[in-house]
C-alpha cells in the first residue's frame, strides 16, 4: 500500500501578513524595536559587574531567589516544577547562568537589529521571555514574546531589509517573491505576452 502526503496550502493572509514583501517594512520596524529592546537590555547586563565580571552571578542569584520565593506559600506565582528547576539546576550555576543571560540578550539584540538570521533570534529571545515569565516576571515580557512569536512567523520577510536578505539565500531558504527570477514571483508577474 503506497503512503501519501497531504499539503495543505497555506492561506492568503497568512501569506499576506507573514511570507509578503508589502510586509517587510512592518516586520522591520517591529524586529528593529524588539532588537532595541533586548539589546538595551543585554548592555546594561553585560556592563554590570553583578552580571559580568567579578561579581559575575551576583544579581542573577538574587533575581533566582526571588522567583523561588514565589515559589513557596499559600499562593505562588511560580510553578512547583520551574521552582525545582531554579533551586536544583539554575541556582547551582549562577554565574555561568548570568554570563549567558547577559550575553544572550546582547546577541539577541544585536541579531534582531541586523536582520541577521531573524527567525532563529527571535525564537531564542522568546524562549528568554518565557523563561523569565515563569520566573514570575510580567514587565515587557508578555509584550516582547508576542512580537518574537510574529517574527518567527515572518522569517521569510522579517529581515529581508537586514542580512537575511543574502544570509538565508546562502542557506538555501526560498527567496519567493523577492527573487525575480523565482517561480513564485514569474507566477505573480503580469504576462507581457497576448
Known sequence: MARSTTF??????????FASKWMAPVWTVVRVYLGWLWLSAGWGKVTNPAWVGSNAGTAIRGYLQGALGRAQGDAPTVTAWYGWMIEHIFLPIAPLMSYLVAFGELLVGVALILGFLTGAAAFFGGLMNVAFMFAGTLSSNPLMFILATWLVLAWRVAGYYGLDRWVLPLLGAPRGDF????????????STTH
Do not use: C, G, H, N
Open 179 to 190: 527573487d525575480l527570477s523565482s517561480p513564485a514571483a514569474t507566477e505573480a508577474r503580469p
Open 8 to 17: 495543505y496550502p497555506e492561506p492568503q493572509i497568512s501569506k499576506f501578513l
